[in-house]
């Protein structure tokens, strides 16, 4: 099953993430198919970009959120 979930970047104790579409089977850092954005927790104010198009798409063909991109896509 698909899925689009946050795959965590950057350095220790400054994580960024990209929101990704992935197999649910791989690990969390392991391969994706496509990028369709990012989060960043760290900065003031929270910077967060998703490509809507794509994440409907995806939506669309079947790919379930993880909690927390659900969360923050609202």
Same mark, same amino acid.
């Given at each position: 099953?698909? +899925? %689009?979930?946050?795959?965590?970047?950057?350095?220790? !104790?400054?994580?960024? =993430?990209?929101? %990704? +579409?992935?197999?649910?089977? !791989?690990?969390?850092? $392991? $391969? #994706?198919?496509? &990028?369709?954005? =990012? =989060?960043?927790?760290?900065? &003031?104010? %929270?910077?967060?970009? +998703?490509?809507?198009?794509?994440? /409907? =798409? #995806?939506? &669309? %063909?079947? /790919?379930?959120? &993880?909690?927390? +991109? /659900?969360?923050?896509?609202?």
């Amino acid at each position: 099953m698909t +899925v %689009v979930r946050l795959t965590r970047m950057g350095r220790k !104790k400054k994580p960024f =993430y990209r929101i %990704v +579409v992935t197999d649910s089977r !791989k690990r969390r850092d $392991g $391969g #994706w198919i496509e &990028s369709i954005g =990012y =989060y960043n927790p760290m900065t &003031s104010p %929270v910077e967060l970009k +998703v490509d809507e198009e794509r994440l /409907a =798409y #995806w939506k &669309s %063909v079947g /790919a379930k959120l &993880s909690d927390r +991109v /659900a969360r923050i896509t609202k």
